[in-house]
Nanobody, 130 residues
Framework: QVQLVESGGGLVQAGGSLRLSCAAS????????MGWFRQAPGKEREFVAT????????DYADSVKGRFTISRDNAKNTLYLQMNSLKPEDTAVYYC???????????????????????WGQGTQVTVSS
């Protein structure tokens, strides 16, 4: 099992930036893929981005491509999501998730389906005002 704690959310104006962090513990962080998802009120949880265990491969939702950057620091057991050019439609609770079902495969990028992730953080609220 992996314990995940997100931070960095907040209120920002449209066009602004935020960086989310996700601190992980419980398994060897550098051995599994990680993902970011988000959920707006009344909507299903949706994929944002994923990254392979060593950070070599990434995948992004079309809605955030070119604006968001996922990264990780395996020495600090921390996942990041840099969000630039934020829009009101980015408003949501953001969650990090761990996919350790495929363990020790450095090029493996986590799936886009949230139900394929084993562990989740509690979420951090991001609100973008217009």
């Amino acid at each position: 099992q992996v314990q995940l704690v997100e931070s960095g959310g907040g209120l920002v104006q449209a066009g602004g930036s935020l960086r989310l962090s996700c601190a992980a513990s419980g398994r060897t962080f550098s051995s599994y893929a990680m993902g970011w998802f988000r959920q707006a009120p009344g909507k299903e949880r949706e994929f944002v981005a994923t990254i392979s265990s060593i950070g070599s491969n990434t995948d992004y939702a079309d809605s955030v491509k070119g604006r968001f950057t996922i990264s990780r620091d395996n020495a600090k057991n921390t996942l990041y999501l840099q969000m630039n050019s934020l829009k009101p439609e980015d408003t949501a609770v953001y969650y990090c998730a761990a996919d350790w079902s495929v363990y020790g495969v450095p090029w493996y990028v986590g799936p886009r389906r949230p139900n394929e992730y084993e562990d989740w953080g509690q979420g951090t609220q991001v609100t973008v005002s217009s």
